[in-house]
């Protein structure tokens, strides 16, 4: 028996956020274990998305526009929706901005849009019987569309680490690239700071949002410019790699003035978060045929810490048993043929479909990538309800299928910008990204862009809750 909407999100109940995923299923059979606490069945629905982020509020949005027949539902298991994207302007104390500006009530969506919605843990996943068993229940479905986003793989960079250590590192020193808590403990952090270093790490791998440290140490320099306090904003950068680097170099010449300081092939090798001490080896190439390079051994002091660690997908991803990609972040194969040379349903499974961060598609791991990839999913499954057959491919290629702005200063607002085309690229989506210098000044950042960044958000939550 199908449960209505408003049946199903009363099941939302109280927050389970704090809750971490647990369980271990393969993908042909649920452990009894990995159940949950309730062996009860909620229901089924045609559709079941995992992940309420700018991905997978987008399907569940794209369906119901679609078809409003359709019967879609999203578990989730925060009650409330907090962005990462604009997160940082934030902490740069840009005028209008607070944690209240990025958070959303997800029960708004529910009634604009008409999906259902369960706030849950996910705990195992039957791909052979066709359910998602969560903290509260088990849920059928017809199709899964997994958008459970990223999670931190401070295991896999730091082995000897306990338990205890990384429980400390989250605490401590909060990455703030996944909603929720982090991000306030962060903007405590930031807020009550004295004087001293902010120290920002870069991982090495695919991770969330390339700009968005690269933002932050500017929003963060800004902040700590207009309240007075001395001390630098050290980025610890585990490569070379800076995404749109010569526009954020520009404005740290320019705007910061010498304020952010830029380390580059820095791997951390330990922290001791009592002592607030850091010690990394910084590798420095002569030359371009230096492979070998010269390592050094360095310990700096900080007040604040912004550890970003190796990212990986959500546990959800191993959990659901599709096949994933040999690297560190294991991202998701997706399905390729001579009919459907792109798609976001996955390699493994033909119900079971990705999108947002996870996906094996060379694209940017950004909000607004998962908003297009989202739209396109939706798509792709309507076209499968309906009997029909789509191709990704022919919307690609894709002018400005990602727009990413990162503010970098505040008197004046001024931002700078990234624009990505996508295309077929073999048997995945390919992007080539370009950055535009203003015609009349020839710097990279504008306030025009700056007023851009404020609409593009506003859009993106329009678009997402009304």
Request: glycine share 10%; net charge positive; hydrophobic share 40%.
């Amino acid at each position: 028996m199908n449960i209505s909407r408003r049946d199903l999100f009363k099941f939302a109940g109280i927050s389970v956020a704090a809750a971490a995923v647990t369980g271990c299923t393969a993908a042909t059979g649920a452990a009894p274990a990995a159940q949950g606490a309730s062996g009860k069945m909620l229901g089924r629905h045609q559709v079941v998305i995992i992940g309420g982020g700018f991905g997978g509020l987008t399907v569940a949005k794209e369906l119901k526009k679609i078809d409003p027949n359709f019967d879609v539902a999203i578990i989730e298991k925060n009650d409330s929706f907090m962005s990462c994207p604009f997160s940082n302007c934030n902490l740069g104390g840009i005028k209008g901005v607070s944690l209240s500006t990025l958070t959303h009530d997800y029960s708004q969506a529910v009634e604009k849009n008409g999906y259902g919605m369960l706030t849950a843990v996910v705990t195992g996943i039957d791909r052979e019987n066709k359910v998602v068993y969560t903290s509260k229940g088990g849920v059928g479905y017809d199709i899964l569309v997994l958008a459970p986003g990223i999670d931190y793989n401070y295991k896999g960079q730091f082995p000897t680490w306990s338990d205890a250590k990384i429980a400390k590192a989250r605490r401590a020193a909060p990455a703030a690239l996944v909603p929720g808590g982090e991000h306030v403990a962060l903007d405590r952090l930031v807020k009550t700071m004295e004087d001293g270093d902010v120290v920002i790490t870069v991982p090495a791998g695919k991770y969330r949002c390339p700009p968005a440290p690269f933002e932050r140490a500017s929003m963060i320099a800004n902040y700590m410019k207009k309240e007075g306090l001395s001390g630098k904003v050290i980025i610890l950068n585990e490569t070379a790699e800076i995404a749109k680097g010569a526009a954020f170099k520009e404005s740290w010449a320019e705007i910061n003035k010498g304020a952010v300081v830029h380390e580059s092939n820095c791997k951390i090798s330990d922290v001791d978060f009592d002592k607030k001490e850091i010690t990394y080896v910084q590798t420095v190439f002569k030359d371009k045929d230096d492979t070998e390079g010269t390592k050094t051994t360095k310990t700096i002091k900080y007040g604040v810490f912004n550890f970003i660690p190796h990212n990986m997908s959500n546990p959800i991803i191993e959990m659901a048993g599709v096949a994933t990609t040999p690297d560190g972040f294991k991202k998701v194969k997706m399905a390729t043929s001579p009919e459907k040379p792109v798609s976001f349903q996955t390699a493994t499974d033909k119900a079971v479909y990705a999108v947002g961060d996870v996906v094996g598609h060379a694209i940017p791991p950004s909000g607004q990538s998962a908003i297009w990839s989202g739209k396109e999913c939706a798509k792709e499954i309507a076209h499968i309800l309906h009997g029909k057959s789509y191709s990704v491919a022919s919307a690609l290629p894709y002018k400005s299928a990602n727009v990413c702005y990162s503010m970098v200063g505040e008197n004046p607002e001024e931002a700078i910008m990234v624009n990505h085309e996508f295309m077929v690229a073999g048997p995945v989506i390919g992007s080539k990204g370009s950055v535009p210098k203003d015609e009349t000044t020839g710097k990279f950042r504008t306030t025009g862009l700056a007023k851009a960044t404020h609409d593009w958000y506003k859009g993106a939550m329009r678009d997402l809750f009304n």
